[in-house]
């Protein structure tokens, strides 16, 4: 069986080195920012939404590979979605991130369960769960986030990551 860790490894890498879906979305129906001041990381999140599915998606910045590689993870992950399932699976990262979700349950993750050890490393968490939150933020028109601020638009929605 391989190690988990050297997947892991192996895929923030390739996802760092070669982001997919890196850009902006001309003509984006949906748009946030989303900041966070521990890491450094900024992340912009841009859609087109086709009716209820995600017809185009990007993001852009300067993060880290966690973070870089995280959003790109997560445009592969929810482009030709509906915004429903997409809200399902960011629900369902940031638990898994922060250690809520039972793995062994019924879940929608698929590949994105290679950050499931991310939950082992507290300080990181915030890294991979704010190009996530930041999608949510997009759907809901909240222009921009911080992981650190008080009043977290989507802090309710999605826990305490």
């Known amino acids: 069986m391989t190690d988990p860790r050297a997947l892991y490894q192996e895929v923030i890498l390739d996802h760092n080195r070669k982001p997919r879906n890196f850009g902006v979305v001309e003509h984006a129906t949906h748009h946030a920012a989303g900041h966070n001041p521990l890491c450094g990381d900024h992340i912009e999140v841009s859609l087109a939404m086709q009716g209820e599915t995600i017809d185009q998606i990007a993001f852009e910045g300067a993060a ?28 369902e ?48 028109a909240i222009g921009s986030l911080s992981t650190e601020a008080e009043h977290d638009p989507v802090h309710a929605m999605i826990g305490d990551a």
């Open 64 to 91: 880290c590979a966690i973070c870089k590689s995280s959003a790109s993870m997560m445009t592969v992950a929810v482009k030709g979605k509906s915004q429903a399932d997409a809200e399902t699976l960011v629900r």
């Open 93 to 140: 990262f940031v638990a898994m991130t922060t250690g809520k979700l039972d793995m062994h349950s019924e879940h929608h993750l698929g590949r994105l369960k290679v950050f499931a050890g991310i939950a082992a490393l507290p300080v990181r968490v915030k890294c991979a769960v704010l190009p996530w939150h930041t999608l949510h933020a997009a759907f809901h």
